[in-house]
C-alpha cells in the first residue's frame, strides 16, 4: 500500500541533495514524520498546505518501511502513517508536483478521487 508525503519544494530539494531528512518542522517537532494514506492526503492538503503552491507528493511503500512505520489515530480518530526514523531518499518511490489549480491541489488521477 502506498502512503503519501507532502512536502515544500525547499524539504524535497533537501531530501534529494542529503539523501535523508527528519522530515518538515512539524515532524521535528513531533519527533516522527507524519504521513497521509490516499484517502487523508487531500484532506491533510486543504488543513495544512491551504493555498500553498510549489508542493511536492511523494509516495513510499508501507511495508517496505517495516517497524519504523506505526499507525496512530489522529483527525477524528482514524489511523495515520507515522515514520519513527529519519526518511530515506531511497524509500521514496515516486515524486511530483502537487499543483494549485484555482486554490486547490490537484492530485494524481485516481488518488484525488480517493480522497474526496
Do not use: C
Not at 492538503?45 to 518501511?65: S, V
Not at 529519519?86 to 491541489?105: M, R, S, T, Y
Request: charge should be negative; aromatic fraction near 10%; charged fraction near 25%.
Amino acid at each position: 500500500m502506498l502512503i503519501f508525503k507532502i512536502f515544500r519544494a525547499d524539504e524535497w530539494a533537501a531530501l534529494r541533495k542529503n539523501g535523508v531528512t527528519d522530515g518538515a518542522p512539524i515532524d521535528v517537532t513531533d519527533g516522527y514524520v507524519h504521513f497521509s494514506t490516499a484517502e487523508q492526503a487531500a484532506e491533510t492538503a486543504a488543513k495544512h498546505f491551504k493555498g500553498e503552491d510549489g508542493l511536492f507528493l511523494l509516495a513510499l511503500e508501507a511495508d517496505a518501511l517495516g517497524d519504523a512505520l506505526k499507525w496512530e489515530p489522529s483527525r477524528g480518530g482514524a489511523l495515520f502513517p507515522h515514520l519513527y526514523r529519519p526518511l530515506k531518499i531511497e524509500d521514496v518511490v515516486w515524486a511530483q508536483p502537487l499543483p494549485l489549480v484555482d486554490g486547490v491541489h490537484e492530485f494524481p488521477a485516481g488518488l484525488g478521487e480517493a480522497s474526496k
